[in-house]
């Protein structure tokens, strides 16, 4: 496996979840991390858990649905630390619902979040990626990008996007030396969908996948050796069936 001490990693949505799981396993093996997200109080909690591993660590709050906060985030990142080695897109919401009951601003609001933010995200950091031939960018997406579940139509839509996108990317990069990796999950246990779908306390919780088994894996797309890259990492929690 490749040595990431010294590296650079952005990790969206990184104040709790998967995203804050990801940041601190890649600050436990000497990454310098980028935390992005909106709540800035977060992300300084956060920040100071990154720091106390050893590594350096910096707190931009930002949507990532917006550009030019967004072109901000890169700004500050490559003033801080001068490049950027790997990109996570983690930032992601969902509402749980059947498509007659979804309304415009559930779909505006899931695309926007989910496939919005792994388009700005990604086409922000890839360019130097691209020039000096080296970065890995590894796309959260889930197993709702893979089968289309009843109930989830316009958030499976929505992680479909990422997968074809990441597809297409991987195509796109990959004589340029860049990896693309994406990291498609099950049910975790986080407060993700909470109030959109899930219920706080809720038992099934208890049996999803933890947070630092989907960052374990991303960790483990980072650090392939140079001739590898990992293309998909399907997830699943063993109360749940594969589709």
Known sequence: ??????????????SRGIGYAAAIALAKEGVNIVLAARNEHDLLSVK?????????????????????????LKKAALAEFGQIDILVNNAGVGRYTDVLHTTIEDYDWMMDTN?????????????????????????????AGLFGFGGEAVYCSTKFAQVGFCQALDNEVREKNVKVSIIAPGGVGTHFAIGTGREEGAPYLDEMLDADSVADAIVFAASQPPKTRILLIGMRPMSEPPF
Do not use: N, Y
């Open 115 to 143: 496939m919005r933010s792994t388009f700005l995200c990604t086409t922000a950091f890839l360019p130097e990626m691209v020039e000096r031939e080296s970065g890995s960018i590894i796309t959260v997406s889930s197993q």
């Open 48 to 72: 100071a858990e990154v720091e106390a591993l050893g590594v350096r660590a910096l707190a931009v709050p930002t949507d990532v649905t917006d550009e030019a906060a967004v072109a901000s």
């Open 1 to 14: 496996m490749a040595d990431l001490k010294g590296k650079t990693a952005v990790v969206t949505g990184a």
